[in-house]
């Protein structure tokens, strides 16, 4: 059985960081894309980050290009996305997903974790 679990989430200052966990289990990590997704209240889910089953290709939203990083560590199972300068726009609950390619569309993953919150003030 797959299971994705975030964790990291948290409240900060416009300006400041966070560092968000996907640890993953029932699921051979190395062979799968990671990606991250975001939903605010009253809105769609989109897209945020994602990267390559080897962890050599990334692929940033251009809302936080330059901002967020993806990586992975396959030898323990965890996605990380580490996000500087937040903005009260940020402001969401984040959501890991696997799949077999980068894709932005959400339709195309099939599990999912349960979500942190992310709330960045003003």
């Known amino acids: 059985q797959v299971q994705l679990v975030e964790s990291g989430g948290g409240l900060v200052q416009a300006g400041g960081s966070l560092r968000l966990s996907c640890a993953a289990s029932?699921?051979?990590?190395?062979?799968?894309?990671m990606a991250w997704f975001r939903q605010a209240p009253g809105k769609e889910r989109e897209f945020v980050a994602a990267?390559?089953?080897?962890?050599?290709?990334?692929h940033y939203a251009d809302s936080v290009k330059g901002r967020f990083t993806a990586s992975k560590d396959s030898a323990k199972s965890t996605a990380t996305l580490q996000m500087n300068s937040l903005k009260p726009e940020d402001t969401a609950v984040y959501y890991c997903?696997?799949?077999?390619?980068?894709?932005?569309?959400?339709?195309?993953?099939?599990?999912w974790g349960q979500g942190t919150q992310v709330t960045v003030s003003s």
């Open positions: 997903t696997t799949g077999s390619g980068i894709t932005t569309v959400s339709r195309m993953y099939v599990y």
């Open positions: 029932g699921v051979t990590f190395s062979n799968y894309v």
């Open positions: 990267i390559s089953w080897s962890g050599v290709s990334t």
